[in-house]
Every structure is written in C-alpha cells, then in structure tokens.
C-alpha cells in the first residue's frame, strides 16, 4: 500500500476548515441571519444584482498517467568483477527508474491551480486561472 503524501494530510485538514465553514454559514442562514453585500472588483454584475460571496479557491484534478523512463545499458569491458559491478549498478539504477515512473504514473491529485469563485444573487461566476499547455 503506497504511504500517504504529506500534502493529502494538509488537504484534509483544509477540506475540514472549508465543511465547518460551511455548516456555520447554514446554521447562520437557517437561523434567520443574512448575507452581507460585498464588493467584486473585475466581476461585472447585472443591474440590481448583489454579490454576497467571493472565495478563493484551489482546482485539481485526480486520475492517473502514463509515465516514460530511460533504462541504463552500459557496455562495460575488463576484468569479470567490473562487468558484474557495471552490470548490476545498471539493474540497480533501472529498477529504481522504473519504481519512481509507477509511482509518478498512480491515481493522484494533479493539476492544482488557483480559481476564483463570486456568487452574485442570480448566478454563479467561476473563473480560474489555469494555464493550458504543456
């Protein structure tokens, strides 16, 4: 079983954070309270349209790949022990080559990318700032 990445506990304590936020802000609006208007600067609203929220938010996507590595093939001539050290220092090298590509090539989260998020009174704005490419 592949040991978890540090990074997978940070996310879970931020989707922690983010679920208490969430049902603070239910308890609030089911309690009665309201929204408070806030200011979107760069996010053009309808007339009569209010923003109640603007979040800064983080965009990844988990799947997995294909991964391609070089395999180490020296020609090593002398005496038997350097060939046999040549030889397995190149066994060595390659299985570690082909360890850290199946590592690489599992499910993972991938792709993070900043995204902003405002949610006016009659629809939902998400903009990101994802660069596409290679």
Same mark, same amino acid.
């Given at each position: 079983?592949?040991?978890?990445?540090? !990074? $997978? $506990?940070? *996310?879970r304590? *931020?989707?922690? &954070? %983010?679920?208490? =936020?969430?049902?603070?802000?239910?308890r609030?609006?089911?309690?009665?309270?309201e *929204?408070a208007?806030?200011? /979107?600067?760069?996010?053009?609203?309808?007339?009569?349209? /209010?923003?109640? %929220? $603007?979040?800064?938010?983080?965009?990844?996507?988990f799947y !997995? /790949?294909?991964? /391609?590595?070089n395999?180490?093939? %020296?020609?090593?001539?002398?005496?038997?022990?350097?060939?046999? =050290?040549?030889?397995?220092? $190149?066994?060595?090298?390659?299985?570690t080559?082909?360890?850290?590509?199946?590592?690489?090539? &599992?499910? &993972?989260?991938?792709d993070?990318?900043p =995204?902003?998020?405002s949610?006016p009174?009659?629809a939902?704005?998400?903009?990101?700032?994802?660069?596409?490419? %290679?």
């Open positions: 079983m592949p040991h978890p990445h540090p !990074a $997978d $506990d940070h *996310l304590a *931020l989707h922690q &954070q %983010g679920w208490e =936020a969430a049902c603070s802000l239910h609030h609006l089911a309690n009665g309270g *929204l208007p806030i200011a /979107t600067p760069g996010v053009l609203l309808e007339p009569g349209e /209010t923003a109640y %929220g $603007d979040v800064a938010a983080h965009y990844a996507r !997995a /790949t294909n991964v /391609t590595y395999e180490r093939s %020296g020609f090593y001539f002398g005496s038997p022990l350097f060939v046999a =050290a040549g030889l397995v220092g $190149d066994a060595v090298a390659n299985s080559a082909r360890s850290r590509a199946q590592a690489m090539a &599992q499910a &993972q989260w991938r993070f990318s =995204a902003a998020r949610s009174t009659a939902c704005c998400c903009t990101s700032r994802r660069r596409t490419g %290679g």
